[in-house]
Structures are given as structure tokens and as C-alpha cells.
């Protein structure tokens, strides 16, 4: 369960979140939305255990998350592979305590999930933009984390690989990873995959509202109940423009 | 639009360069062959008296006598020697302490303020203190190199790793790598680009100061030689040496930039000489 109590973040003068507060237990995709630079970032970041409260806290099964953990994954907005490593240890590049043969069959179980196993020993410049997102996913996988947070993973994608990386994320994910949360500002994106979303406006981040999904999987884009939900996401997102949206 | 004419001119093009070096090594030897031309008729059309300037064919000449005497090859080994040496220490201090300053802020500014004042003194002032405090043997001449190599290879490597890109230590991070290992894994690789410019203009700088090293005392090495050809009035000799300083130096070059190349192959950039 990962538990988020009253965290507040301010860089120098400038409050970038809170205080936020929210759990996230039985949603296995947990989606949080917001216009770009309300804080949405920031608060992934603070929960990989990249940027340290102001105050509050954030608990994963009851450990408070202070730096990095093994048990989170992170697939950031862009690839951010090491060019000088192959395909291969880039996805393995948190596992060396692990035992060599550990490591190459889950590095082999990662890259098989994202289609990737004929480019093990590539390295990045040879790889499509799509590709190397592809392999920022298996390294965020790899450790089957308890825990998946993906930043904007699709955003530098052109439309069609996005829809079909959607498409596919809760296979390639796969059943052992028990909560994902991702971060986006694509309304369609968060629909199609979340058991929850979470509406968030600032700065300073705050909760605007919290929906939970209960629509059959895999959504038609073109249903009715899905354009209703689109709808009602956007008055929200962009209350202003409300009109336009209906 | 242009299918048709690439399609004609490509299949000739490929036969031409399969017999031919490659117009990159050709480009780079015109300059060189035109100023041996012209040079060479100057000589020949005795415009320049030739104990000012003496011809090409007088040089190779030199250059031949030198090489079959073992002169040369003789010479040639003392200096590079001390090349070779100098450098090795210069820049194994420089690599590390680099990579210390660059890596913690707190030791950056404890150490390169104090680098960066030593580094504009003249490489030739150190040579008195030098010999006074290492005697005039091997020893000054090595501390002279690698002092002056030194200075290259710190700069690069650690402003290489100072400017390591955040969101790749970040990567790191949150896969657990910390301390030593983030270093070695991450902040290395990345400024290992940076670490190779510094290498080949040290090695440039060792070249340059092995001549001021070889003036103070020597009684071998190409600078000796060179040395010795103003002592004795031969601009043939000191033309000789300047060669072999010229290839000696374009040598080293390029077995660090083909050393660099291949261990820089994972860079996404267009291919440089």
C-alpha cells in the first residue's frame, strides 16, 4: 500500500506541491492528470525517492521512502539509456548484487515482454525512439518492482506507437508488478488504462478530484461511457473551457 | 527527382574509390606536397641562400645519413622515452585528481583554484627549480613533462565530469547505484570523451616541452640533436629534427585517436579523423 500524508514540497520560494494526501491499495493502475507544470513531476520524483519532502511523508507497505528503492521502478519521460552500454546492460544496470545467470534470464524475461530480445547487444544509437523507451520499460521492470512509476512514458511518441505501447502496457507489465502509477496529461491515455485517476491542479499540486474507473478492459475509445468520462476529465482539467468541451 | 543520375553516377564512383586511397588522405597530403614543391624551387632557383634555408633534397638527405648511422633511431628512443614517461605520470595524476575534483564540489574547491594559478606560470620557469632540486639528469626533464602534460588532461577530464548529465545520474539512482560504483558505472563512461581531448593535447604539450627539456643540459634526444645544429651552424640538421618532431608527434596522435575511437564507438556523432 503506498501511503501519501500531507507532503508538501517548496523549492526555495517557489511551492511546488501540497500538502497532498491520498493511499493507493487495491487500483492496480493509479493515473494522476493535471495541465503541464502543476507539480505532477514533482510528486512522482518524490515518491522514487529523488527529491525530499518539505514535509509529510510517503510510506510503500509501511517503509517511509526517503531515497531510491529496489522495490520502485521508474520509466522516465525520455529513454535515458547509459550510450555506452549495450541493450542488454542497460536493462540490467540495477542488478549487479544479483547472480550472473539471475540476471541474464531476467534481463532475457524483461526484453522478451517488450519485443526487444533481438537487440540485446545493440547499443542505444541504434535504436528508434519507440525502441529505446521500449528499453527504459524492461529496466523499470526487470527487478519486478512492487511498485511502477512511468512519467510521461509515451509523450515523445508519435501517435501510432503511443496507442499501440498503451495497448500493450498491462501485458508487458505483467501480473507480478502489483500497483503502477503513471503520470500524464493525456486524458485518452489515462482513460484507456486506469482503475483510478486522480485530477491535479496547481502549483501548488493538489487533489481536484479523484474518479474511479469501473469500466470493462480492454475500453473502446469510441464508447459512450469512455466519451462521457473524457468529458467530464476535461471540464476538469480545463475548467474554464467547459463549454467547448460539450 | 535526381533517381536517375545517382543511380548512373554511384556504381562508377564505387570502382574509382576501390583503386584509389581515400580522398580524405589524399586531401591532407596537397598542402603538405606543394609546400616541398615550392620550397624545393626556391632552393633550386637559388633564391634563398641555402645556409638559411636548405632544400628539401638536403634535408633527406640529413635524414637518411642520420638513420643509417642509428643516430637517429638512437635519439629518437631517448626522447620518446622521456615522452612517454613524462606523460604517463602527468596524466595518471591528472586522471585522478580530475576526477576527484570533478566528482566533489567541496575537493573542486580546495584544489583547482591552486591548479589553475600553476597553470600560468610558464612551463620554462620550473626548469632552474627543476634542476635545482632534481639535478640535471632524468629526472628534471620528466618532472618538466609531466608537469606540462598534466595540465590538459586534469582540465578536460574534470570539467567531463562535472558537466555529467543529471538525468543519467538520476538513472542511477534509482537503480542503486551509489558512491564508487555510480562513478565507475555512470560519471566515467560519460566523460571518458572529454578525458581522450585532454589525452592528445598532453601528448601535443609533451612533444613541445621535450625540446625545452633536451636544451637544459642534455647530451642525447632529438632536442639534443637540434640542439646541436645551431651550436654547429647546420639548418639541414635542425630541419632534420623538426621533421622528426613533426612525424614523432602525428604518430602519438594518432594511436590515441584510434585507441579513442575504438573505445568511444558507442558515441551517436559523424565519424572524425
Redesign the interface.
Known sequence: MLEIRSLTKNFENFAALGPLNFTLDRERVLTVIGPSGCGKSTLLRLI???EVPTRGSIHLDGAAVT??R?D???A?Q?P?L????SVRHNVG??L??WHAAERTAAVDAALAKVSLSKFADA???QLSGGMAQRVGLA?ALVARPRLLLLDEPFAALDPLTRIKMQDHLLDIVGSEVPNVLLITHDIEEAIALSDRIVVLEGPPARIRRDVLVDLPKPRKRTSAAFQELKELLFGELFPDERTLAA | MTDASTALSAPSELRARAHLPSPRVVRSLVLPLAIVVVWEAVGALRLVDPTLLPTPFAVLKELFRLTTSGELVANLIVSSRRVLLGFAIGTAVATLLGAVTGYSIYWRGVIDPTVHALRTIPGLAWIPMFILWLGIDEGSKLALIALATFFPTYLNFMSGIARVDR??I????????TGA?LVS??LI??S?PFLFVGLRQSMGVAWLVVVGAELMGASSGIGYMLNDGEMTGRPHLIMACMIVFALSGKTTDLIIATIARRVL????TVEQP
Open positions: 522514487a525517492g529523488l531515497e531510491p529496489s520502485i521502478g521508474v522516465f525520455d535515458r547509459m550510450p555506452w552500454l544496470l540495477g549487479w548484487r547499443l542505444p544509437k529496466r | 538525468k543519467l538520476e538513472v542511477g539512482r534509482v537503480n542503486g547505484l560504483r558505472t555512470v563512461p560519460y571518458l564507438r558507442w558515441q551517436d
